[in-house]
């Protein structure tokens, strides 16, 4: 996986499973660009510091599901963003099938650290510069960062059209503020859920995947079974 930030001043945490990640992105090498069979696009970030353990372990059982939610819709590119320590901040190249992701999770441990939420964001930002993202997931517990700094670039996700799913464990009330304005500011969604909660995150996740694979209408067939597809389509823009 890929350092977000390229500035001088941003030394890289210790390479932990280091040989690992750089076998799964040699492999990556080898997928055919995004977007180049009009499939969709999906990025999905995760808190990895210490307080987020049980939902890294949720997370990691439970991500393959987007991909079978979106896979009869014509499937989902995703890709992998992470944080955690307190100047780690990574990337995978976009995958087109879950066990990737699944392999490159296992790997990856928590560690105390702070929130690096601006970060996953102006990344989204660059990467749906290049080529078209549907949806920004984030799943996290905490906000430790100005959130005027993060507002302004969910307004720069809205203008690119990148929907943010803002997913919060726990009622932290700085992070259920900020989190809701971010899906507010990208016409995205928000919602919040405990960490046994496993059903409710997985539907959550299978939503997310259904619109960023086949748009509202995916989304509206989703929600038609699923209450919590529903929760989102009803906080959803269409533009």
Not at 87 to 100: D, H, I, K, P, W
Not at 141 to 157: Q, W
Not at 196 to 201: E, F, I, K, T, V
């Given at each position: 996986m890929s350092p977000l930030d390229k500035d001088k001043n941003s030394a890289l945490a210790s390479r932990n499973g280091g040989e690992a990640i750089s076998a799964f992105v040699e492999a990556a090498k080898?997928?055919?660009a995004p977007g180049a069979s009009g499939r969709g696009r999906l990025i999905f970030a995760l808190d990895?510091?210490?307080?987020?353990?049980?939902?890294?372990?949720?997370?990691?059982?439970?991500?393959?599901?987007?991909?079978?939610?979106?896979?009869?819709?014509?499937?989902l590119d995703v890709q992998l963003v992470y944080f955690r320590g307190f100047?780690?901040?990574?990337?995978?190249?976009?995958?087109?099938?879950?066990?990737?992701l699944a392999q490159l999770m296992s790997r990856i441990d928590v560690r105390g650290g702070s929130t690096q939420i601006r970060r996953v964001l102006a990344h989204a930002r660059n990467e749906a510069g290049r080529a078209r993202v549907g949806v920004f997931v984030f799943i996290g517990?905490?906000?430790?960062?100005?959130?005027?700094?993060?507002?302004?670039?969910?307004?720069?996700?809205a203008l690119l059209g990148v929907k943010a799913f803002m997913f919060q464990e726990g009622q932290?009330?700085?992070?259920?503020?900020?989190?809701?304005?971010?899906?507010?500011?990208t016409?995205?969604?928000?919602?919040?859920?405990?960490?046994?909660?496993?059903?409710?995150?997985a539907a959550l996740l299978r939503a997310a995947a259904a619109y960023a694979a086949?748009?509202?209408a995916a989304l509206a067939r989703e929600a038609a079974d699923d209450p919590a597809a529903r929760l989102l389509l009803s906080q959803m823009r269409k533009n």
């Open positions: 080898n997928i055919p990895a510091t210490m307080s987020r353990q049980p939902t890294w372990d949720m997370a990691q059982s439970l991500q393959a599901k987007m991909f079978d939610a979106a896979a009869s819709l014509g499937g100047n780690e901040c990574r990337a995978s190249n976009f995958v087109s099938g879950g066990q990737g517990d905490a906000m430790e960062e100005n959130p005027d700094t993060l507002a302004s670039l969910a307004g720069e996700l932290d009330p700085l992070a259920r503020r900020t989190f809701g304005e971010i899906a507010r500011l016409g995205g969604a928000y919602s919040a859920f405990d960490a046994g909660a496993s059903a409710r995150l086949g748009g509202h």
